[in-house]
């Protein structure tokens, strides 16, 4: 049963679709019995339009005093050029990330009915503030022929050790216990020699869990053509990025797909979201999958101690996609309101 606490929340609806399904992921936890105070926040590209600011400095000091962060997406519409790519990105997204050391993107997949790893339960482990997001580079000679650009890949030994702990303690409490490091250390030979040699390392406190190595290329075949074989995949920032994207793919797509942004030393918050954009095209049609956004909402429950909440929201995702997309899988989508409810209803 819930604990009785009140948890506060700041909410970023952000842009598109970004407010709807957070809406319904917040009926979900309204009906899991969690008793959630809320603060919304107006961010985004439409908040950037209006006022040509992207996160003022008073609303990030505000956020580091709460207990969680509900994201729903953030973006202008595909083809609009008047925000320069990146803005929002490294000003909002990227800027949290880093700000409060949300330094593990821990994305779970679980493979629905029909899907390609249909059955298939994998967890990757994305290091969060480094790599070649950390923004290291430049231009030299910008716009003449002679240009030259630069982009830098920052891999610390601290960076990596606590990501690759954080990932060795979510194999070891899993039924498999296999961890994967993904990474092109025969290419990248500098960053990735210190992943591996910080894996070998760290494996000595973890001597249950087995562990394996693929290069990203290959991994992302065995994601294709032998998803099973992964249980926990813990890599860089940006094979993390491609590969997370990928196994929404094969797992039944990215309006399945949650994630969290942990801070796991609770420094500050730690923020949860799902992994697909505003999608502005079916914006106000009640066709946009909340699923994704629950989910996301049961890994927040589960990181703010309502571990009960979380398990039975979870179920209730489980229980609603079964039933749907073998008993129903020619029926058409019933909407974004609809499915909220229907989870709600099971709980």
């Known amino acids: 049963m819930p604990s009785g606490a009140e948890h506060s929340v700041a909410v970023i609806g952000g842009d598109g679709i970004?407010?709807?399904?957070?809406?319904?992921?917040?009926?979900?936890?309204?009906?899991?019995?969690?008793?959630l105070e809320t603060h919304?926040?107006?961010?985004?590209?439409?908040?950037?339009?209006?006022?040509?600011?992207?996160?003022?400095?008073?609303?990030?000091?505000?956020?580091?005093?709460?207990?969680?962060?509900?994201?729903?997406?953030?973006?202008?519409?595909?083809?609009?050029?008047?925000?320069?790519?990146g803005t929002l990105e490294r000003g909002l997204l990227l800027r949290l990330r880093f700000e409060l050391d949300l330094y593990v993107n821990l994305?779970?997949?679980?493979?629905?009915?029909?899907?390609?790893?249909?059955?298939?339960?994998f967890v990757v482990v994305r290091e969060n503030t480094e790599g070649t997001y950390a923004g290291e580079g430049g231009f030299l000679r910008?716009?003449?022929?002679?240009?030259?650009?630069?982009?830098?890949?920052?891999?610390?030994?601290?960076?990596?050790?606590?990501?690759?702990?954080?990932?060795f303690g979510l194999a070891e409490g899993r039924d498999r216990h296999r961890l994967t490091l993904v990474h092109k250390s025969n290419v990248l030979t500098f960053a990735g020699d210190l992943w591996q040699r910080t894996?070998?390392?760290?494996?000595?406190?973890?001597?249950?869990?087995?562990?394996?190595?693929?290069?990203?290329?290959?991994?992302?075949?065995?994601?294709?053509?032998?998803?099973s074989r992964y249980d926990v995949i813990v890599t860089d920032n940006l094979f993390g990025d491609i590969l997370?994207?990928?196994?929404?793919?094969?797992?039944?797509?990215?309006?399945?797909?949650?994630?969290?942004?942990?801070?796991?030393?609770?420094?500050?918050?730690?923020?949860?979201?799902?992994?697909?954009?505003?999608?502005?095209?079916?914006?106000?049609t009640g066709r946009a999958n909340p699923l994704a956004a629950i989910s996301s909402a049961a890994l927040m429950l589960e990181h703010l101690g309502e571990t009960d909440a979380a398990d039975r929201v979870s179920k209730a995702v489980g229980g609603y996609i079964a039933d749907h997309y073998q008993s129903h899988a020619d029926?058409?989508?019933?909407?974004?309101?609809?499915?909220?409810?229907?989870?709600a209803e099971r709980l």
Do not use: W
């Not at 985004?44 to 990030?60: I, N, R």
């Not at 994305?107 to 339960?121: K, L, M, N």
């Not at 029926?331 to 989870?343: M, Q």
């Open 142 to 167: 910008k716009g003449t022929p002679q240009e030259i650009a630069t982009q830098g890949s920052v891999n610390t030994r601290m960076g990596v050790e606590r990501c690759v702990r954080f990932a």
């Open 199 to 227: 894996l070998d390392d760290v494996s000595v406190d973890f001597p249950g869990v087995a562990i394996d190595y693929n290069h990203v290329d290959a991994a992302c075949i065995y994601l294709v053509d032998q998803p």
């Open 40 to 85: 919304a926040y107006d961010l985004g590209a439409q908040h950037f339009a209006t006022t040509g600011e992207v996160l003022a400095d008073s609303v990030l000091e505000e956020l580091r005093g709460f207990e969680a962060i509900l994201l729903g997406a953030v973006g202008p519409p595909v083809g609009d050029t008047t925000i320069p790519p």
């Open 244 to 284: 997370t994207d990928l196994a929404g793919a094969v797992t039944g797509g990215i309006g399945f797909a949650a994630s969290a942004n942990l801070n796991p030393a609770r420094t500050g918050p730690s923020l949860f979201e799902p992994v697909h954009g505003a999608a502005h095209d079916i914006a106000g």
């Open 331 to 343: 029926d058409p989508f019933p909407s974004t309101a609809a499915v909220g409810d229907a989870i």
């Open 107 to 121: 994305r779970p997949f679980t493979g629905v009915p029909g899907a390609i790893a249909e059955g298939c339960h």
């Open 18 to 35: 970004g407010p709807e399904v957070t809406a319904e992921a917040l009926k979900v936890v309204a009906a899991s019995g969690v008793r």
